[in-house]
């Protein structure tokens, strides 16, 4: 009997340390994977360049040759031409549609990011515009089916969308500077003001107008196509576009599960599975 006691309380040990061992793998082989995931940009360059894209070339144009706002593939005449840059996309220019950037003005980039894209801009000084590879900005992953009665195709609207609304609305209309569009619209007719509020703008906002007869970059049609993809967003609003988030890397051995952490989760199923097993014990004698 005794024996039989000793034998099971060992194997209810074996199990214990077995179920922390495989705790302790699992949650290792997590922190390995996110930081293989998220390894660093190699250069600030590359950092700047990818934030250049998805914040300013919708209105600087891919190569900073200007299309909404101003040139940026210029020289800069100045002693420090770092800090010129660096202080206007902190804080914007008061007065125009481009904005402040600063988390300090209520922006959305980090210092080390403006950093960054002021010596992405920089490198354009001699020389010319980098060569930019085309990124895609959001991946479509199921079609969307037209809404019925509402011209434009969502379709067309969803990529127009992420090159030219996502900076300021988010990826998926939820709002950032730019006010969230995935909602419902009121009236009979929504339709008819939005392709109004982007053809015109918002005067007094950061919202600029977007139709070529307002002097903006877009034509009727791919106002139609906007207008079609917005009002998808208000009906269906789980997400249907996905954009690339800014990868934020987390350094090897900082991971929350990690270090300590696992050590602590290892002790902790321990001591579950052994108080499990010694009421078992107790219950059975
Ligand atoms: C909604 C459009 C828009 C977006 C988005 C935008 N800008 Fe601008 N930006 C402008 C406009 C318009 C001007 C010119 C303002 C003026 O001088 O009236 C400008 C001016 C600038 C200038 C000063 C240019 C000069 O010659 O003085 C810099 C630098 C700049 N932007 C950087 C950026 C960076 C970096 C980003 C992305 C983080 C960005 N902008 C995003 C519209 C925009
Ligand atoms: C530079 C930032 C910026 C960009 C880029 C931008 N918007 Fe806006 N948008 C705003 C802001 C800010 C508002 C809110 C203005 C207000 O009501 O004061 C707004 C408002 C709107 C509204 C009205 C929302 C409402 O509740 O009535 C619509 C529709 C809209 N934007 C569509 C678009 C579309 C479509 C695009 C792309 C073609 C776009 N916006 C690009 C900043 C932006």
Redesign the pocket.
């Known amino acids: 009997m005794a024996a039989n006691k000793i034998s099971r309380f060992v194997v209810g040990w074996m199990l214990a340390a077995l179920f922390g061992l495989a705790a302790l793998a699992s949650t290792a082989g997590l922190a390995s994977a996110a930081s293989r995931a998220q390894t660093p940009p190699a250069d600030p360059r590359e950092l700047g360049e990818r934030?250049?894209a998805e914040?300013?070339a919708?209105?600087?144009g891919e190569q900073g040759q200007g299309r909404?706002?101003?040139?940026?593939a210029?020289n800069?005449p100045s002693i420090r031409p770092d800090l010129?840059?660096k202080t206007?996309?902190e804080n914007?220019?008061p007065?125009?549609?481009?904005?402040a950037?600063s988390q300090a003005k209520g922006g959305p980039?980090t210092s080390t990011e403006?950093d960054a894209?002021?010596q992405y801009?920089l490198s354009w000084q001699t020389g010319g515009a980098a060569q930019v590879s085309p990124q895609p900005t959001t991946t479509l992953i199921p079609p969307i089916t037209p809404i019925p009665n509402v011209q434009g195709d969502p379709n067309r609207g969803a990529r127009l969308f992420g090159e030219n609304c996502v900076?300021?609305h988010g990826g998926e209309g939820q709002g950032r500077i730019g006010a969230t569009l995935a909602k419902s619209w009121p009236g009979v007719r929504p339709d008819l003001n939005l392709r109004n509020t982007i053809a015109s703008g918002i005067s007094g906002s950061?919202m600029?107008a977007w139709s070529r007869a307002n002097g903006g970059p877009l034509s009727e049609q791919d106002i139609d196509d906007l207008v079609a993809y917005i009002l998808h967003l208000s009906q269906t609003n789980p997400v249907t576009l996905v954009s690339p988030a800014p990868q934020q890397f987390v350094p090897p051995g900082e991971s929350p599960l990690s270090g300590w952490l696992g050590v602590l989760v290892f002790l902790v199923l321990l001591i579950v599975v052994i108080a499990a097993a010694v009421g078992l014990q107790k219950r059975k004698s």
Not at 68 to 72: D, K, Q, R, S, V
Not at 95 to 99: A, D, E, Q
């Open positions: 934030l250049y914040n300013c919708v209105c600087h909404f706002g101003a040139t940026l210029k800069w010129t840059v206007i996309i914007g220019v007065g125009s549609v481009m904005p950037w980039l403006i894209l002021t801009i900076v300021c950061q600029p």
